[in-house]
């Protein structure tokens, strides 16, 4: 991202726009969940987006976890004087918002997940390459997106970087075990919070019968289908992405 990061006390993040506030929360990888397009469209729409960098490869190891982050969320949100915040998670921001919410529900209005972990025990661990050869780990990236092309170099050479990195991939398996810890099949049909669910029907890392069981599990949500679309869809498909949560916003009246 290009955008100005904002470096304030121990918080990194982008701020765009004003009005209501939605929290975008990143994956593991951050060039796997790049979120442009929805960090461009909403801020002249009356809307606040904030793109805080989570911690992930920062905490020490024993706080490398889905509740840690969710905490440090919650501690940004205080940070900025925020409040009825709309949280959008993709993949493991999808379950750090879903949790966020569960342990503070009256700081959230909406919540919105696309690709989520929280559900699906190998959500992280065959989507997330543990080591290899670039060709594999270029292969894996690929394998996120249903058009290989979105995949690019730029983003194959964070990926390769990230695995290669011994502390960050101890550290993204510690994440990997930790999401799969924190299933929450039993905490979501005690969320009322309004959620809209966003999922691309080719997904192969959090497969299309995931999203199915998130909707059905929570009380309050709706479900949108993207077709050729894999993993991330505000990355393959921004304009439909962004049209979807417009017309459910408006609808909820958020």
Not at 32 to 57: A, D, Q
Not at 130 to 148: H, L, M, N, S, T
Request: charged share 25%.
């Amino acid at each position: 991202m290009e955008e100005q990061i904002i470096t304030e006390g121990k918080y990194r993040y982008i701020e765009k726009g004003e009005g209501v506030p939605i929290i975008i929360l990143h994956g593991l990888m951050g060039g796997l969940s790049n979120f442009r397009g929805v960090s461009e469209h909403f801020p002249p729409k009356g809307y606040k987006v904030l793109i805080p960098e989570l911690p992930i490869y920062t905490m020490p190891l024993l706080k490398t976890n889905v509740k840690s982050f969710a905490k440090y969320l919650e501690r940004f949100i205080e940070f900025k004087g925020l409040k009825d915040v709309i949280l959008l998670g993709n993949s493991l921001g999808g379950h750090i918002g879903l949790l966020h919410t569960k342990l503070y529900p009256d700081m959230v209005k909406a919540l919105v997940i696309t690709g989520s972990s929280g559900l699906y025990e190998s959500a992280m661990g065959d989507g997330y390459p543990k080591r290899g050869d670039y060709e594999f780990i270029k292969k894996k990236a690929q394998d996120v997106f249903y058009d290989p092309a979105v995949a690019t170099k730029e983003i194959v050479d964070e990926v390769f970087a990230t695995v290669n990195d011994r502390v960050k991939l101890v550290k993204t398996l510690a994440i990997a075990k930790s999401a799969i810890r924190h299933n929450m099949s039993k905490d979501l049909p005690k969320m009322n919070t309004p959620t809209c669910i966003i999922w691309g029907e080719n997904d192969s890392v959090t497969p299309p019968n995931v999203a199915k069981e998130f909707h059905e599990l929570l009380p309050d949500s709706d479900l949108f289908w993207i077709k050729k679309c894999g993993h991330a869809p505000m990355m393959e498909h921004p304009d439909q992405f962004n049209d979807i949560l417009d017309a459910w916003l408006e609808k909820r009246n958020f």
